[in-house]
């Protein structure tokens, strides 16, 4: 894979990012690190949530450690972590000192267990209820080292947080698929949008998403499957089924495969700033998703979100 410069203050990196959330004991996923470095891969996404396994948080953490410790590969890979993710259930008086105590023991938690502080370190969710430069001032104290980045965060929020605070990244929910924060279900998370597109570019700002390939869901429109419950429920409407058509056209006309499709679709947007991110529990998976690369043209991607009715 090619790597570019993507991060502003970061060396250059592979546009598809390893999703790291189902590290553990059970899936110790080294086989998929070992395939994705093999590729060129060079971004791997974790958080202090992720790789929960018998009430222990950040065994994700721990594999990506040991991993790079055996490699002795660390100045050439980008290690994302994230906090937080909890502080919305945070109440009483003296939230932002709660706040920043939790986000700084959740950092020298990530760091402890990877080994190292991650190369940028994201607040996991946007606790609205506080005013972005107070937001930002806990941040700012609890990120150490860290570049610092920021998680489902809306457009808007995102403005008034690059007036504070110098932001490396963002990573948000996005795919080929439509989807709202509704249908997903969590109101504190965020969905890509043409409006965050245009900004992202505007601002040369790197940003990582989630869900890239919509847990599976165009495949089983195309085959008649049944996809998983939370596929249908997030994803399955009536704009995606004609998405899942013009994906297939694309496909058998371009003779790339879907996946490579949809990955492209992510990293091709506008400026390119978008980074996909590849998660799997089999090593098969990670081989497939980074074993071909395909820059779409904008007449292609507005044809896939059915602005033409055909592309150049």
């Given at each position: 894979?090619?790597?570019k410069?993507?991060?502003k203050?970061?060396?250059?990196?592979?546009?598809?990012?390893?999703?790291?959330d189902h590290f553990?004991?059970?899936?110790p996923?080294?086989?998929?690190?070992?395939?994705?470095w093999?590729k060129g891969?060079?971004?791997?996404d974790?958080?202090r949530?992720?790789?929960?396994?018998?009430?222990k948080?950040?065994?994700?953490?721990?594999?990506i450690?040991?991993?790079?410790?055996?490699?002795?590969?660390?100045?050439?890979?980008v290690?994302?972590g994230k906090?937080?993710?909890?502080?919305?259930?945070l109440?009483?008086?003296?939230i932002d000192?709660k706040?920043?105590?939790?986000?700084?023991?959740?950092?020298?938690?990530?760091?402890?267990a990877?080994?190292f502080?991650?190369?940028?370190?994201?607040?996991?969710?946007?606790?609205?209820?506080l005013?972005?430069?107070v937001?930002?001032?806990?941040?700012?104290?609890?990120k150490?080292?860290?570049?610092?980045?920021l998680?489902?965060?809306?457009?808007?929020?995102m403005?008034?947080?690059?007036?504070?605070?110098?932001?490396?990244?963002s990573e948000?929910?996005g795919?080929?698929?439509?989807?709202?924060?509704e249908?997903?279900?969590?109101p504190s998370?965020w969905?890509?949008?043409?409006?965050d597109?245009?900004?992202?570019?505007?601002?040369?700002l790197?940003?990582?998403?989630?869900?890239?390939?919509a847990?599976?869901?165009?495949?089983h429109?195309?085959?008649?499957?049944?996809?998983?419950?939370?596929?249908h429920?997030?994803?399955?409407?009536?704009?995606?089924?004609?998405?899942?058509?013009?994906?297939?056209?694309?496909?058998i006309?371009?003779g790339?495969?879907?996946?490579?499709?949809?990955?492209?679709?992510i990293?091709?947007?506008?400026?390119?700033y978008?980074?996909?991110?590849?998660?799997?529990?089999?090593?098969?998976?990670?081989?497939?998703?980074?074993?071909?690369?395909?820059?779409?043209?904008?007449?292609?991607?507005?044809?896939l979100l059915?602005?033409?009715?055909?592309?150049?």
């Amino acid at each position: 894979m090619e790597r570019k410069k993507l991060f502003k203050h970061l060396q250059p990196v592979t546009p598809i990012v390893l999703g790291c959330d189902h590290f553990g004991e059970t899936n110790p996923g080294i086989g998929q690190l070992d395939i994705y470095w093999q590729k060129g891969g060079n971004v791997l996404d974790t958080a202090r949530s992720y790789g929960r396994e018998a009430s222990k948080l950040g065994t994700s953490e721990l594999v990506i450690g040991k991993w790079i410790k055996a490699n002795g590969n660390k100045a050439d890979i980008v290690v994302i972590g994230k906090s937080g993710q909890r502080m919305l259930s945070l109440e009483g008086p003296n939230i932002d000192r709660k706040l920043l105590d939790m986000l700084k023991t959740e950092h020298e938690e990530e760091s402890q267990a990877l080994g190292f502080e991650p190369d940028i370190w994201m607040l996991h969710r946007d606790m609205t209820s506080l005013d972005m430069d107070v937001l930002m001032d806990i941040a700012l104290q609890a990120k150490g080292s860290s570049l610092l980045g920021l998680s489902n965060f809306s457009t808007a929020r995102m403005k008034q947080a690059i007036r504070y605070a110098d932001i490396e990244a963002s990573e948000i929910q996005g795919s080929l698929a439509y989807c709202t924060p509704e249908a997903w279900g969590d109101p504190s998370l965020w969905c890509l949008t043409d409006e965050d597109v245009t900004f992202y570019d505007e601002h040369e700002l790197a940003y990582l998403c989630f869900s890239s390939q919509a847990k599976g869901l165009f495949y089983h429109l195309l085959d008649s499957t049944d996809p998983s419950q939370k596929a249908h429920d997030r994803f399955d409407c009536p704009v995606n089924r004609q998405r899942a058509q013009r994906l297939q056209n694309l496909s058998i006309r371009l003779g790339q495969s879907l996946e490579t499709l949809m990955l492209s679709f992510i990293y091709s947007r506008g400026k390119g700033y978008g980074m996909p991110i590849a998660g799997s529990t089999k090593p098969s998976q990670i081989e497939s998703s980074t074993s071909s690369t395909f820059t779409m043209t904008e007449s292609m991607i507005d044809y896939l979100l059915g602005r033409e009715d055909d592309y150049e």
